[in-house]
């Protein structure tokens, strides 16, 4: 498949590519281009001057062709899921085509919050020497967008960036994840197909590190907007702060799942064991399990016996199954050698903990103690449970804020004033009351707590305040 580069699809200048694996068979379903720098500096040329002719459509223009898109998405849901199964490992009906209907609702949002998205006059005669002038402001867009998306969720995690963006009257320069960027560039096929200039919305395909720093080091890009790991988001602010780019991350986290001695253990149970969506390669995921003592040998003998036990792992096209592969065998290995480390950190493995390939097991490990990595800032992209026991209120809290992440959350009890207690104290971007942080709605904002799981908080309430700036004008004397 070719990446979108200048106002067509095309191969990389030099010819090489990169094989797209399917990570349940490890064979080689596809190839994409692996993009030069002469590419990257193509794609920025093109929508810099695409992005003017975009910016003077009206609103109205733009979101009617981002809605066409939308429709299209619903149209072709299956096909592109199949796309997504393959390339990802995501269960077909569970999980891919389900992605896709959630692209479908976020372009549609994003166009109503851009209709909606309005300026402010300010009050007459407040200040000595301004009573007879007009003050008010307006939203433009910020320019070309650099947005780089990450394997766990790429079609969801897309919309939102790429959604507002344009809707608001920015180009995007897209970096589709190196593991799975297939349907990526279909989507953006479908956009062009319903009448976005491919000017607008170019998409390149390649080695992550490289294009990013080619992206950063043009003073063209006004604003990168990046999901993934903490690490590779330091690498992105340092290049970018060198020509002063503005950036919005959503980063790492390890998220607590916080079960109180008088919580409905049901509940908690369900809501723990219907986290292998995408085997747990969540950002909201939920990683480190803090149980009370007197529920934790019942809670984990449910999750098994209700949940984990009930997992078929296979072919993602197969109706049957329930748990794909990882993104890759290498992510597996990662995996495997996490729990080898919690198992020599104290940590005991009492259900799963095997990897064939790139699957991994469903895995529960038990007796790990709040100093250990995984307890702390070691996050887990796989389907682990780690359980962790505490006794009073104030020590689930501390274990809780004691990581230098703080995306989301979820706590359990039957008395609100200990969940809005707990809410208050732990140091996240987002708390479930008896649920699991394990979400992303789509009109909440959306980002971490703590710098450390990012700075962004993107969602159809709050994206417009990062895709556009305000500019103030006034009408001087109109009123003498």
Not at 161 to 182: D, E, R
Not at 228 to 248: F, H, M, R, W
Not at 358 to 379: K, L, N, W
Not at 390 to 407: K, Q
Request: hydrophobic share 40%; charged share 25%; glycine share 10%.
């Amino acid at each position: 498949m070719q990446m979108l580069v200048g106002n067509e699809f095309r191969d990389s200048s030099d010819g090489h590519v990169i094989n797209i694996v399917n990570p349940a068979y490890g064979t080689v379903i596809d190839t994409v281009p692996a993009a030069t720098y002469e590419d990257v500096k193509l794609a920025i040329d093109t929508a810099v001057e695409g992005q003017k002719m975009w910016e003077e459509m009206t609103i109205r223009e733009r979101t009617q062709k981002l809605k066409k898109f939308a429709s299209l998405c619903l149209e072709r849901r299956e096909e592109l899921g199949k796309i997504l199964a393959m390339e990802s490992g995501k269960p077909f009906w569970k999980e891919a085509v389900w992605e896709l209907d959630s692209v479908a609702y976020t372009i549609e949002g994003s166009c109503e919050v851009a209709k909606h998205y309005y300026g402010k006059t300010m009050p007459i005669g407040t200040e000595p020497g301004y009573d007879h002038d007009i003050q008010f402001t307006i939203h433009e867009p910020l320019g070309v967008l650099a947005c780089i998306i990450p394997y766990n969720f790429p079609p969801a995690i897309w919309s939102f960036k790429v959604g507002a963006a344009l809707a608001a009257g920015n180009a995007v320069i897209v970096k589709a994840p190196s593991y799975n960027p297939l349907t990526l560039l279909k989507l953006h096929e479908m956009l062009v197909e319903s009448g976005v200039p491919a000017s607008v919305v170019q998409c390149i395909t390649g080695r992550g590190s490289e294009i990013g720093n080619w992206l950063m080091a043009d003073e063209r890009i006004a604003g990168v907007n990046f999901t993934g790991s903490t690490e590779v988001g330091i690498d992105i602010a340092k290049n970018a702060c060198k020509n002063l780019i503005p950036y919005q991350f959503e980063l790492g986290g390890n998220d607590p799942f916080i079960v109180f001695e008088d919580a409905d253990l049901d509940l908690a149970v369900k809501e723990a064991g219907d986290q292998c969506r995408n085997n747990r390669q969540c950002c909201t995921g939920s990683k480190r399990f803090i149980i009370h003592n007197s529920l934790k040998k019942e809670f984990i003998e449910k999750l098994i016996e209700e949940y984990l036990c009930k997992e078929v792992q296979g072919d993602p096209l197969d109706e049957n199954v329930t748990m794909g592969p990882m993104i890759s065998e290498k992510a597996a290995k990662t995996v495997e050698e996490q729990v080898k480390l919690t198992v020599e950190q104290g940590g005991v493995v009492i259900y799963g903990g095997k990897r064939t390939g790139a699957f991994f097991q469903p895995t529960i490990i038990d007796h790990v103690s709040p100093d250990t990595d995984i307890a702390r800032d070691m996050e887990v992209f796989g389907p682990v449970w780690p359980i962790i026991g505490f006794d009073t209120f104030e020590e689930a809290v501390a274990i809780s804020n004691h990581s230098r992440y703080g995306l989301g959350g979820g706590v359990f009890s039957r008395d609100i004033k200990t969940c809005m207690k707990a809410a208050k104290q732990l140091k996240t971007g987002h708390i479930a009351i008896n649920g699991s942080g394990n979400f992303r709605a789509a009109e909440l904002p959306f980002g971490g707590g703590k710098r450390m799981s990012g700075n962004s908080r993107e969602s159809l309430s709050a994206v417009m305040d990062e895709v556009t700036q305000s500019k103030s004008i006034v009408l001087r004397y109109v009123l003498e």
